[in-house]
């Protein structure tokens, strides 16, 4: 979601793509196999003399490189069908375009993914404003949210599976936000190829947290076109429709005989120019799903998308609630991305597993409220195959 915007089983049977299983990287022919350890090279410096590193992971088949500057993930790539390998994630080869850009391009967010109504909530009694950058709202943490901050990074080796540690601490009051929260990612490369995150959070003070990541994803290659033909399935019924600046109403809306039902695989596209009021208030996908499962003490799989063309597949696994499906509609061809090639509208899409958007301010959805002498986890798996 671009700050320029207007702004509990999943269903085993379900037909379509909800039938695969996950893991597939491993099982793919030509896929190269081990890891060894992380790599670090220096990737730009900010304007304060901040050195930002880029760190190179490979395993299982799968190549990730991210960013010390918002734990962005870079670059992320998978083999097709025939063994070839492609960027499947949007970003820039320079670290001003991340820093100036506003489409959150793999980033980690915190520390509320997605938007707050009016930058405004109550808690215990005490209101709070937060930092508004999204019209009168806030979104994805405020003008300056984890997406903008240098992480300490700590490679690691477990056994076959290699990764990251991502550590922040928030202070007090940055963005409006109460509490000091001190934050942990982890992202691990299996020796299966799949992308797992796993997110820790401890606060000094009660407040709200809602970490996701942001990666827009186009199973053809970066910068191929569009990803109007990719096939999603989704494990959810129901959906959050919003108001003009794509805030929830608090309706659970059900998606049966809508553009938004994904409970059997369709491709992106079949649906997103009906005229439904939903998709021209947001101009394309850019909602909430309300998954089936509902929290779960583990990762249930609840996505599956495909590209046809080269025939990779990913497959996402939650705990969370909800899945935020946008479909890149405020790319408008003037962004460059890794490959040289512009961005336009439909070019990518994310997939972000959370809370529901506003939930400070609803108290009917799922809490995000955090206390202290609790830990905040949940754990969110990408499996790819072709």
Not at 56 to 80: F, H, M
Not at 104 to 119: D, E, L, P, V
Not at 124 to 134: A, E, F
Not at 194 to 201: G, L, N, S, T, V
């Given at each position: 979601?671009?700050?320029?915007?207007?702004?509990?089983i999943a269903g085993a049977a379900a037909a379509g793509l909800a039938a695969t299983s996950l893991g597939g990287t491993a099982q793919a022919a030509g896929r190269e196999q081990g890891g060894g350890k992380p790599v670090r090279e220096l990737f730009g410096t900010l304007a304060d003399g901040t050195k930002v590193h880029r760190w190179s992971l490979a395993n299982g088949g799968t190549r990730l490189k991210v960013l010390s500057y918002g734990g962005i993930v870079q670059s992320l790539e998978?083999?097709?069908?025939?063994?070839?390998?492609?960027?499947?994630?949007?970003?820039?080869?320079?670290?001003?375009?991340?820093?100036?850009?506003?489409?959150?391009?793999?980033?980690?967010?915190?520390?509320?993914?997605?938007?707050?109504?009016?930058?405004?909530?109550?808690?215990?009694?005490?209101?709070?404003?937060?930092?508004?950058?999204?019209?009168?709202?806030?979104?994805?943490?405020?003008?300056?949210?984890?997406?903008?901050?240098?992480?300490?990074?700590?490679?690691?080796?477990?056994?076959?599976?290699?990764?990251?540690?991502?550590?922040?601490?928030?202070?007090?009051?940055?963005?409006?936000?109460?509490?000091?929260?001190?934050?942990?990612?982890?992202?691990?490369?299996?020796?299966?190829?799949?992308?797992?995150?796993?997110?820790?959070?401890?606060?000094?003070?009660?407040?709200?947290?809602?970490?996701?990541?942001?990666?827009?994803?186009?199973?053809?290659?970066?910068?191929?076109?569009?990803?109007?033909?990719?096939?999603?399935?989704?494990?959810?019924?129901?959906?959050?429709?919003?108001?003009?600046?794509?805030?929830?109403?608090?309706?659970?809306?059900?998606?049966?005989?809508?553009?938004?039902?994904?409970?059997?695989?369709?491709?992106?596209?079949?649906?997103?120019?009906?005229?439904?009021?939903?998709?021209?208030?947001?101009?394309?996908?850019?909602?909430?799903?309300?998954?089936?499962?509902?929290?779960?003490?583990?990762?249930?799989?609840?996505?599956?998308?495909?590209?046809?063309?080269?025939?990779?597949?990913?497959?996402?696994?939650?705990?969370?609630?909800?899945?935020?499906?946008?479909?890149?509609?405020?790319?408008?061809?003037?962004?460059?991305?890794?490959?040289?090639?512009?961005?336009?509208?439909?070019?990518?899409?994310?997939?972000?597993?959370?809370?529901?958007?506003?939930?400070?301010?609803?108290?009917?959805?799922?809490?995000?409220?955090?206390?202290?002498?609790?830990?905040?986890?949940?754990?969110?798996?990408?499996?790819?195959?072709?």
């Amino acid at each position: 979601m671009e700050l320029n915007r207007r702004t509990v089983i999943a269903g085993a049977a379900a037909a379509g793509l909800a039938a695969t299983s996950l893991g597939g990287t491993a099982q793919a022919a030509g896929r190269e196999q081990g890891g060894g350890k992380p790599v670090r090279e220096l990737f730009g410096t900010l304007a304060d003399g901040t050195k930002v590193h880029r760190w190179s992971l490979a395993n299982g088949g799968t190549r990730l490189k991210v960013l010390s500057y918002g734990g962005i993930v870079q670059s992320l790539e998978i083999p097709d069908r025939h063994g070839r390998y492609a960027n499947v994630s949007l970003g820039y080869d320079n670290l001003e375009a991340y820093v100036v850009g506003t489409t959150f391009f793999g980033a980690t967010i915190g520390r509320y993914g997605n938007r707050i109504a009016k930058g405004r909530f109550t808690l215990d009694g005490k209101s709070y404003q937060l930092s508004v950058n999204d019209g009168e709202n806030s979104l994805h943490g405020g003008a300056q949210g984890f997406n903008t901050k240098v992480w300490d990074v700590e490679p690691f080796t477990s056994g076959s599976d290699v990764g990251l540690h991502l550590y922040y601490t928030s202070v007090d009051g940055e963005m409006g936000y109460p509490g000091t929260l001190k934050t942990k990612v982890t992202y691990t490369l299996t020796r299966h190829g799949d992308w797992r995150i796993d997110y820790e959070a401890t606060t000094d003070k009660p407040t709200v947290v809602n970490l996701t990541n942001h990666t827009y994803y186009n199973l053809a290659g970066e910068g191929s076109g569009s990803i109007y033909d990719h096939e999603l399935w989704l494990a959810a019924g129901r959906y959050t429709p919003t108001d003009s600046g794509l805030i929830p109403t608090g309706e659970l809306a059900r998606v049966a005989g809508t553009p938004f039902d994904f409970t059997r695989a369709k491709p992106i596209g079949r649906d997103i120019r009906t005229g439904h009021p939903q998709l021209v208030t947001a101009k394309g996908y850019d909602h909430n799903f309300v998954l089936d499962k509902g929290v779960t003490a583990a990762p249930v799989h609840v996505v599956t998308l495909r590209d046809p063309g080269s025939g990779r597949t990913l497959k996402i696994a939650t705990d969370q609630p909800g899945v935020q499906f946008y479909s890149g509609n405020f790319l408008d061809g003037t962004l460059v991305g890794t490959s040289g090639r512009t961005y336009r509208q439909g070019d990518g899409l994310a997939l972000e597993t959370q809370h529901f958007p506003d939930s400070p301010n609803r108290p009917a959805f799922p809490s995000t409220v955090l206390r202290p002498g609790r830990t905040y986890r949940t754990t969110t798996i990408h499996s790819f195959g072709a």
